[in-house]
């Protein structure tokens, strides 16, 4: 009797597992592609836009105006680019570092309309909560030709005597927040204007 029990536990296990197989082989495959798309956007993430040169002197014949006597800091976006939010931290966190000695100005390449998502109707209140900066809606492309700017979340530095200083992206890459690579290079140079011109690599949307 013991033997027949003995048998019928072991053909009942038997069939256990052979249902338990494809379950376990459906859910690691399942894992397998769940890491590969994660793999694909943290790649995507960290993948740069293209990015063109920007005038070696402040362009004085533009309707942007330089703030003499200061570090000038002009950002260029796009509010419905999907890493304006990161870049707008990003520059939050400089300016309250930076302080009075630099003037940070927003350059929308279109105004905030009531129809755009909530990210960003916000975007001009984030704009008022950072010190030091004012924001600027462009009338048409050409300032963005004048300053060979082709994507959003490009940044340009000018120093005091309107000199380039850095040109590139302010944040680590899309929607990736917190403190920079890009933000420790500009307080150096916001600091000591005599260092090299630099730039880093820009992750927003073409403009």
Request: aromatic share 8%; with cysteine.
């Amino acid at each position: 009797m013991a033997a027949v029990h003995h048998g019928m536990a072991k053909q009942s296990w038997r069939s256990h597992r052979a249902d338990v197989g494809p379950w376990l082989l459906a859910c690691l495959c399942w894992l397998g592609a769940l890491t590969q798309i994660w793999g694909l956007v943290t790649d995507y993430n960290r993948v740069a836009s293209r990015f063109a040169s920007a005038p070696a002197q402040f362009p004085f014949e533009s309707t942007i105006s330089f703030t003499s006597g200061r570090s000038n800091i002009l950002l260029f976006l796009d509010p419905m680019c999907e890493t304006t939010a990161a870049d707008l931290d990003a520059l939050n966190q400089l300016m309250h570092t930076v302080g009075y000695h630099a003037q940070a100005l927003v350059i929308l390449r279109r105004g905030v309309t009531a129809d755009m998502p909530w990210q960003a109707l916000a975007l001009p209140h984030r704009v008022k909560a950072t010190p030091q900066t004012q924001i600027m809606v462009l009338k048409n492309n050409l300032e963005l030709q004048r300053f060979g700017v082709i994507n959003s979340g490009v940044l340009l530095l000018y120093s005091p005597t309107a000199e380039l200083k850095f040109s590139g992206g302010v944040s680590n890459g899309r929607n990736v927040f917190g403190v920079s690579v890009s933000s420790h290079t500009l307080e150096e140079r916001i600091t000591d204007p005599s260092l090299a011109t630099t730039t880093r690599p820009v992750y927003g949307c073409d403009m």
